[in-house]
Antibody, heavy 122, light 105 residues
Framework: QLRLRESGPGLVKPSETLSLTCTVSGGSISSGSYYWGWIRQSPGKGLEWIGSIYYSGNTYYNPSLKSRITTSVDTSKNQFSLKLSSVTVADTALYYC??????????????WGQGTLVTVSS | SYELTQPPSVSVSPGQTATLTCSGDKLGNKYACWYQQKPGQSPVLVIYEDTKRPSGIPERFSGSNSGNTATLTISGTQAMDEADYYCQAWGGSVVFGGGTKLTVL
């Protein structure tokens, strides 16, 4: 059974860079056919896609966040990572990683990690 | 940018059919999927590619998509189905609807 688990600091100061890692178990991140994505959910709010990366390094991002996002993949550790720069309090959210199926217009996320809360505060 | 619109809330009595809608421009020309999120839990995919159910999702969950509206139907709604439901589609980027809170009462 494929499982994903997010990890990283729970508190980040304004203007600094948020860094998260997603560790995949029960399957290989290099298996192909899937991207690996990041989604966030502000407290009491809906879901917002951040970006996705393929094991080869191909990426695509939410246009509204693109200038601040960097993602990477480490196939040797079966992990992928997110960096979000110049954070503000508006970036406070529960951050999820998920396997992302994206092909021929079909697009969905399954399964999702448990999520990790990141608070931006001085 | 592309937008998906969901009603904020829907109520249904136990055993009845719940109908949740998701509207977007020419949404029927795209694939839609649906997620269920219970309080304190991660979202779970319940419908993908308009009508397909992932393994483990009960048959009472079904989906359709035509025109400008995708629909998630829950037949014989149970108390355990009370949750937030989000639709999602590709509209130049990944787009989520704002979510519908389903209350079973």
């Amino acid at each position: 059974q494929l499982r994903l688990r997010e990890s990283g600091p729970g508190l980040v100061k304004p203007s600094e860079t948020l860094s998260l890692t997603c560790t995949v178990s029960g399957g290989s991140i290099s298996s192909g056919s899937y991207y690996w994505g990041w989604i966030r959910q502000s407290p009491g709010k809906g879901l917002e896609w951040i970006g996705s990366i393929y094991y080869s390094g191909n990426t695509y991002y939410n246009p509204s966040l693109k200038s601040r996002i960097t993602t990477s993949v480490d196939t040797s550790k079966n992990q992928f990572s997110l960096k979000l720069s110049s954070v503000t309090v508006a970036d406070t959210a529960l951050y999820y990683c998920a396997r992302h199926r994206s092909y021929s217009g079909s697009d969905w996320f399954d399964p999702w990690g448990q999520g990790t809360l990141v608070t931006v505060s001085s | 940018s592309y937008e998906l619109t969901q009603p904020p809330s829907v109520s249904v009595s136990p055993g009845q059919t719940a109908t949740l809608t998701c509207s977007g421009d020419k949404l029927g020309n795209k694939y839609a999927c649906w997620y269920q999120q219970k309080p304190g839990q991660s979202p779970v995919l319940v419908i993908y590619e308009d009508t397909k159910r992932p393994s483990g999702i009960p048959e009472r969950f079904s989906g359709s998509n035509s025109g400008n509206t995708a629909t998630l139907t829950i037949s014989g709604t149970q108390a355990m189905d009370e949750a937030d439901y989000y639709c999602q589609a590709w509209g130049g980027s990944v787009v989520f609807g704002g979510g519908t809170k389903l209350t079973v009462l």
